[in-house]
């Protein structure tokens, strides 16, 4: 039973243009959700995170919306650089306090192209 | 170097086997992790523990063993390997204030069961 789920394996974008990354979850108690980029044979990295109080949080050129209604978050990376090709994970978190367990998406590997 | 290390990097093993994954980190972080990553299924967590002497399943322990008699070391056995436990292992960190801090992952251990 996948409770954070990224239904896009991938995604090609060019040089300049946003990418938008989607992840949807089923969970209601999940109240923190984080984006990890991965690059091979590296482990995944934070990239960034937003509250469930929240809706919208923006780091310089990566910002993540969050739909709790519809239990979705996109990643928005606006402009799409070549070294924006990573996999990016969605993980979610059922409570903050404690250093919750995460729960990872499979993944969305990004291309950025020339 | 301060950060968390694993090792090995990459291990063959026989099927049958025991084999043991380590993990060591620097800063004195409360939490501890092992995760193990799979085409299609992301990143799944196989054990985690809150200090020393305290660990707790994850969501695919069977077939594992951990341990963490120090507050810096988490190490992960595969008391007898399968080919199934062919896999990409994570050990991740996190200061114990919540997931809002995110997790710090080491770079990977590629395991091969033949």
């Known amino acids: 039973d996948q409770q954070v789920k990224q239904n896009s394996p991938s995604l090609s974008v060019q040089e300049g243009r946003i990418s938008i990354l989607n992840c949807d979850y089923t969970?209601?108690?999940?109240?923190?959700f984080l984006w990890y980029k991965k690059y091979p044979a590296e482990g995944p990295t934070f990239l960034i995170s937003?509250?469930?109080?929240?809706d919208k949080n923006e780091d310089g050129r990566f910002t993540v919306f969050l739909n709790k209604s519809a239990k979705h978050l996109s990643l928005h990376i606006v402009p799409s650089q070549p070294g924006d090709s990573a996999v990016y994970f969605c993980?979610?978190?059922?409570?903050?306090?404690?250093?919750?367990?995460?729960?990872f998406g499979t993944g969305t590997r990004l291309q950025v192209t020339l | 170097d301060a950060g968390i290390t694993q090792s090995p990097r990459y291990k063959i093993t026989e099927t049958g086997r025991q084999v043991t994954l380590m993990c060591h980190q620097t800063?004195?972080?409360?939490?501890m992790f092992w995760y193990r990553q799979d085409l299609g299924h992301g990143l799944r967590l196989i054990y985690y523990?809150?200090?020393?002497?305290?660990?707790d399943k994850g969501e695919v322990p069977d077939g594992y063993v951990v341990s963490r008699s120090k507050t810096e070391n988490f190490p992960l056995t595969l008391e007898s390997a399968t080919r199934s436990q062919t896999s990409v292992y994570f050990c991740?960190?996190?200061?114990?204030?919540?997931?809002?801090?995110?997790?710090?992952f080491g770079s990977g251990t590629r395991l091969t069961v033949v």
């Open positions: 993980a979610a978190s059922g409570g903050t306090g404690t250093a919750s367990k995460l729960t």
């Open positions: 991740a960190s996190n200061p114990g204030q919540g997931a809002n801090y995110g997790y710090t």
């Open positions: 937003i509250s469930s109080i929240k």
């Open positions: 523990s809150a200090a020393a002497d305290i660990t």
């Open positions: 969970n209601s108690m999940f109240d923190y």
């Open positions: 800063w004195s972080h409360s939490y």
